[in-house]
């Protein structure tokens, strides 16, 4: 299982309005500094309504129909920035905790070790979910 198969069922099963950074955990926790700092820095700038974004432009030697942009960029307005970390276990259920940026920053700082586990995510968690594998 890797963060592109994780990113699939995400579409298919998540109901929420956001900006989401995935991580896939599979083991008893996972480091707080699997998220990136631009990747915390985006997502408070997702939840403070100034996120702009240009997508990049196509390598000059990519052809017309191998990388065609959607558009130029994309601003977002205040949306909630969360992080997903989904807790994966071959022919199980996932547990996926959407934990909001700001209080995945503040768990982080108060802690006395350097990753969460799975019931700590729960415990500080906006919202959990348990899916079925699979993306039915």
């Known amino acids: 299982m890797k963060e592109k198969d ?3 069922l995400f579409k298919n ?11 896939i955990v599979k083991k008893k926790s996972i480091p707080f500094s699997a ?13 403070s309504g100034e ?6 432009d196509p390598h000059k030697s990519a ?12 601003k977002l307005p205040a949306l909630d ?5 989904g807790w994966y ?13 700001t209080n995945f920053i503040n768990y982080s ?8 586990t799975l019931d700590e995510a729960k415990s500080i968690s906006w919202n959990y979910q348990l899916w079925k594998t699979g993306v039915n």
């Open 13 to 23: 099963k998540n109901k929420l309005d956001g900006a989401f950074e995935l991580k």
């Open 51 to 56: 996120f702009f974004y240009k997508i990049p």
């Open 89 to 101: 276990a071959p022919r199980k259920f996932w547990d996926v905790c959407y934990i909001k940026i």
């Open 35 to 47: 998220v990136a700092e631009h990747q915390v820095n985006s997502l408070l700038a997702v939840e």
């Open 109 to 116: 700082k108060v802690s006395t070790k350097k990753s969460i």
């Open 63 to 74: 052809t017309m129909y191998s990388s065609k942009r959607p558009f130029d960029c994309i």
């Open 81 to 85: 920035g969360f992080v997903v970390l």
């Open 6 to 8: 994780f990113q699939i």
